[in-house]
């Protein structure tokens, strides 16, 4: 069994930072995809990026690309997303989850999930 538990969500200007961590506990394995998925009131869930357990292989939503970077310290089973040039369209609840694989970019391929932290944009 995994939990996911992730923080630094808050709100901030457009054009600001934020910085979401996600810590990982209970058994964990080498093959383990870690993935970021958003959600807005109204919308599905969407994709924004994911990267394997040893670091390599990172993943974007073409909306993220360049601005938000994904990365994974396994020594802390920690998987951060820092989040720059940050618009009002990424105003959403931000999830981390788990999976074994990598570049479906599927909800559906993620076994557990975190609670979700929110992040806020504002004009």
């Known amino acids: 069994q995994v939990q996911l538990v992730e923080s630094g969500g808050g709100l901030v200007q457009a054009g600001g930072s934020l910085s979401l961590s996600c810590a990982v506990s209970?058994?964990?394995?080498?093959?383990?995809?870690m993935g970021w998925f958003r959600q807005a009131p109204g919308k599905d869930r969407e994709f924004v990026a994911a990267v394997r357990w040893s670091g390599r292989s990172t993943d974007y939503t073409d909306s993220v690309k360049g601005r938000f970077t994904i990365s994974m310290d396994k020594s802390k089973n920690t998987v951060y997303l820092q989040m720059n040039s940050l618009k009002p369209e990424d105003t959403a609840v931000y999830y981390c989850a788990v999976g074994l694989i990598f570049g479906t970019r599927t909800p559906a391929n993620f076994d557990s999930w975190g609670q979700g932290t929110q992040v806020t944009v504002s004009s």
């Open positions: 209970g058994r964990t394995f080498s093959n383990y995809v």
